[in-house]
């Protein structure tokens, strides 16, 4: 199976079971496709955000936009002790957006990226109120 065959697959187990919604991310003039944000793990204390932007597309602000609504949308509708958003080590811009918006660095770890690699994450949280999560609640 692909990757993108086994994020497909995931996604939609994730939306049958209630725990994970993606949006599209669509350029407001042209309508194109911009990229696709996740909200996984729903129904924890700590929900788990993503964001995936065409490489072409980077630099342009629709990052910052894109997570502006979904942290409004979760605030409407959800309620948890804190978010998450794991991040590529390397991933600088990434990075910077997850700072921009209040993320803290709470842990780092690697994960398997295909059949031979690794994936330096850094894990960043933002956290309501005073409330904290546990590492054994990261998911």
Known sequence: ????????????????????????????????????????????????????????????????????AVLSFLTARYTCNCLVYPVAADNGPSRALAEKFGFVLFREYDKPKGKNELLHILEYRKYAAAQRCSPDQAG
Do not use: V, Y
Not at 48 to 54: F, I, M, P, S
């Open 1 to 68: 199976m692909s990757e993108t065959e086994e994020f497909l697959h995931a996604a939609h187990t994730g939306l049958a079971s209630g725990t994970d919604q993606h949006f599209c991310i669509l350029e407001k003039k042209t309508g194109g496709f911009l990229g696709i944000f996740g909200i996984h793990q729903c129904l924890t204390p700590c929900i788990e955000t993503g964001l995936w932007l065409r490489a072409d597309r980077h630099h342009q602000g629709f990052g910052a936009q894109a997570i502006e």
